[in-house]
């Protein structure tokens, strides 16, 4: 059975940092397409950052030069480094994961991170 679970969100002063940390439970991690998302009340999710089965990564403008996503296949682990954290980066994080050869995808339950200015 395929889990996701996601840690670090929590609150920060803006320009500080945080690094969010996704398990994901389950066979063929290193198969997957790993990505973060996030999502305030009203509106939709939205991609933040994703890295591909190969390491490939891509990022939302608003992302760029300040996230950084990174994977670990032995442990089952993809990353999200955030810095120069603003009030608009405010918003549920959720790890997501893909198999591409289905696109069956799974979702983590999302953690909070609050960026107080």
């Known amino acids: 059975q395929v889990q996701l679970v996601e840690s670090g969100g929590g609150e920060v002063q803006a320009g500080g940092s945080l690094r969010l940390s996704c398990f994901r439970r389950g066979a063929l991690f290193s198969m997957q397409d790993m990505a973060w998302y996030r999502q305030v009340p009203g509106k939709e999710r939205e991609l933040v950052a994703g890295i591909s089965e190969d390491g490939g990564t891509n990022y939302a403008l608003s992302a760029k030069g300040r996230f950084s996503i990174s994977r670990d296949n032995p442990k089952h682990m993809v990353y999200l480094e955030m810095n120069s954290l603003q009030p608009q980066d405010t918003a549920t994080y959720y790890c997501?994961?893909?198999?591409?050869?289905?696109?069956?995808?799974?979702w983590g339950q999302g953690t909070q991170v609050t960026v107080s200015s």
């Open positions: 997501n994961s893909k198999f591409r050869g289905t696109g069956r995808d799974y």
